[in-house]
């Protein structure tokens, strides 16, 4: 009998039952926000159901919360519309005994960023959350999903989820990253490689001697961008570094609990003879700083390229659309990239706000300061950190203060501009170097123009006022 | 989901053919936290004018029809976009039953999944319906089990549903209801789990 995959043993691990072609699934860990839960509490009330496992269950405000004045509680918020889903939260909480971090608790934030670092999300459970991008979960070898609300209520009712199976695919990235190239320059040329359909129907399992040597940070972004991928999930196997990360935090096992719990963890890995339906193969050398030029995350060029040419695209579809994107970028055919002139630069979201990416974020505004470049005039960069805590630890590591000497906004935790709910938005025409996951239309305000890129080459962007390669500032 | 089994009450006649989710419910409703509540905009364009008057001659206000749990409605019922926001409002309004010629599909299955039933007749039985509809003192009444409604005058009428749809409305069975079915397996599985993977546990 041929091995199991990581995949295949958490599944197996979590089957509870079998109802026509679906899987009642389990779930360890369900994590909550305001704005995909309130009409599953609802439902939830109206059938008279209680929530199943409320000890399993960890909620957070972070979607439409504002970046400044958070202390001030929902008061700080003046969308009637989004105070309503916050004190809506804040009242299910109560009513069903769920751990709950608001707004201005300096352990809220992005609840990608909160559940690891609260030590919540740990190697085999399964991990959902009525978001997309909590495929980044999957970074500790979890099976982490994002659902929708009426799922929402499923689990919170059952504490399981309905399911068929998918299929088991694992791209391997071989070798190591050149200086400068980081985590989510991996993930954009996976996807560019791979395509917004590439994952369709699998769970991916990534793999490879660069990936093995990224830090969890680096492990979350790449996870985090495999639904853009089209995969329901990704995985990373937990090792040595997974269990480093985990130790000491406040939800991690303690004492004896610890070492069964390792013990238990090290069971999941993919077995040698295992089989995978599709395996893809990258060489972590031929990644360089990778950036969008489109409107789909799959539309990626090396920070060296050019702006694509319609007319060298197969299919008239295939060119429409491609015209269609370069109209609403407002960017021509055959010019380099670097050539963007950039408005706005926005370092967070829960791809890259975890304490790494703000190193790497001031480390390029340093050494630029210390040549005598701040942000550029025309440009607005904001730094929003992932969670409370991240904000405080880079406050304790001083990288506040060079950001803000070199120009930059630092701004409290949420969601902020990756998806444009709360206060912080592109307007119509602005072009924004951005850390975050979509650059669909209007993903980040109305007509706002998105390139995606890593941390380091935002804040480089943000300094030379186009998109340039941060190489030149390392 | 709340189970049907047989419903007693008044219809109320709604003469319009294509009505669209956007008429059950317009768009500005849906930025809500409930699911309660949504009546407030059931056929809000219909129900009141430009300046949030009510409009006396919408069949939903008359007073004759206060309280009706049956909408009997023209052909193809609840057309247009997706939203579950439709079935919530009008089962908010106190409506759990709609019969027309036909209905939209996905309309459909959203009332399916939550409780409401969408009974399909013949157009002139629908006409005949309509017809005893008239003035509010009558009763009729619509029975899953026996796939039948009665209209005031006795005339009864026959209409399909699939097995398992109807054995789900019976039993007041959604996705939720179906796994609890396994509520079960779901202890045993959790009484295992405190025991190999204790740490999970609060
Ligand atoms: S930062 Fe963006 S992608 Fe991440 S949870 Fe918030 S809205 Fe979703």
Redesign the pocket.
């Known amino acids: 009998m041929a091995g199991k995959t990581l995949y295949d043993k958490i599944w197996d691990a979590h089957a509870v039952a079998q109802d026509g072609g679906e899987t009642v699934l389990y779930i360890d860990l369900h994590l909550i926000h305001e704005v995909t839960t309130p009409q599953a509490f609802a439902g939830l009330r109206a059938a008279g159901r209680k929530v199943r496992r409320p000890d399993r269950t960890l909620a957070v405000a972070?979607?439409n919360t504002p970046t400044i004045g958070q202390a001030l509680g929902v008061d700080a918020v003046e969308d009637p519309e989004a105070r309503l889903q916050l004190q809506t939260l804040g009242r299910n909480v109560i009513d069903h005994g769920i751990e709950y971090f608001p707004m201005g608790d300096i352990r809220n934030g992005?609840?990608?960023v909160v559940g690891p670092e609260q030590g919540r999300t740990q190697p085999g459970m399964t991990v959902v959350c009525g978001?997309?991008?909590t495929s980044t979960h999957g970074a500790f070898g979890a099976l982490a999903q994002g659902i929708c609300t009426s799922e929402v209520e499923h689990v919170l009712a059952t504490q399981t989820l309905r399911q068929a199976k998918s299929k088991n695919m694992r791209v391997t990235v071989d070798g190591q990253l050149g200086p400068g190239i980081t985590a989510k320059d991996m993930a954009l040329a996976i996807i560019g490689t791979i395509g917004t359909a590439g994952g369709t129907g699998s769970v991916i399992e990534f793999a490879g001697e660069a990936v093995r040597n990224l830090s969890m940070e680096g492990r979350m972004t790449l996870c985090n961008l495999t639904i853009e991928g089209g995969a329901r999930a990704g995985l990373i196997a937990p090792d040595e570094t997974t269990f480093a990360y985990i130790v000491g935090r406040p939800a991690a096992p303690k004492g004896a609990a610890w070492d069964m719990a390792l013990s238990y963890w090290k069971t999941f890995f993919t077995d040698d003879d295992a089989h995978f339906d599709r395996e893809v193969r990258l060489r972590a050398e031929d990644i360089e700083p990778t950036v969008t030029w489109g409107t789909s995350p799959e539309d990626t060029l090396p920070v060296s390229g050019h702006v694509p040419d319609p007319a060298s695209f197969a299919t008239p579809d295939k060119r429409a659309s491609v015209e269609r994107a370069l109209d609403y970028m407002g960017l021509t055919a055959g010019q380099p990239i670097t050539d963007a002139k950039v408005d706005v630069v926005f370092i967070g979201?829960?791809?890259n706000s975890r304490i790494e990416d703000l190193r790497a974020a001031a480390a390029v505004a340093q050494a630029a300061f210390l040549e005598g470049r701040l942000v550029a005039p025309h440009v607005r960069a904001m730094v929003v950190p992932g969670s409370g805590l991240v904000r405080e630890q880079a406050e304790e590591e001083g990288l506040d203060a060079i950001l803000k000497a070199a120009g930059f906004e630092w701004r409290e935790p949420g969601?902020s501009m990756?998806?444009g709910m709360n206060p912080d938005k592109l307007a119509p025409g602005q072009r924004c170097a951005s850390t975050?996951?979509r650059n669909f239309e209007g993903r980040q305000g109305r007509g706002g123009r998105t390139h995606l890129m890593s941390p380091a080459m935002a804040a480089a962007a943000a300094i030379a006022g186009h998109i340039v390669d941060v190489r030149t500032f390392l | 989901m709340k189970a049907f089994t047989r419903l007693d009450g008044r219809a109320a006649p709604l003469q319009l053919a294509n009505v669209d989710t956007d008429q059950i419910i317009p768009a500005q409703f849906l930025k809500t936290v409930e699911r309660e509540g949504l009546s407030k905009g059931l056929f809000f364009a219909l129900r009141f004018d430009d300046q949030g008057g009510v409009r006396p001659e919408f069949v939903l206000n008359k007073p004759e029809f206060k309280g009706a749990s049956i909408l009997i409605a023209g052909d193809n019922f609840g057309c247009g976009s997706s939203r579950e926001h439709a079935p919530w409002a009008l089962m908010d309004f106190g409506i759990d039953c709609v019969i027309s010629t036909s209905f939209a599909d996905i309309f459909k299955n959203n009332c399916l999944n939550n409780g409401l039933l969408p009974v399909i007749l013949k157009p002139e039985e629908v006409e005949a319906l309509m017809d005893e509809a008239k003035g509010g003192n009558h009763v009729f009444t619509v029975d899953l089990e026996s796939q039948t409604v009665t209209a005031p005058s006795g005339a009864k009428f026959h209409f399909d549903i699939d097995p398992d749809r109807k054995h789900k409305l019976m039993k007041g069975l959604d996705a939720i209801g179906e796994t609890l079915q396994h509520a079960g397996d779901i202890d045993v599985y959790e009484s295992k789990r405190a025991l190999s993977t204790p740490w999970m546990e609060a």
Do not use: A, P
Request: some cysteine.
């Open positions: 972070d979607h992005i609840v990608h978001d997309s991008h979201s829960c791809t969601c990756c998806l975050s996951n």
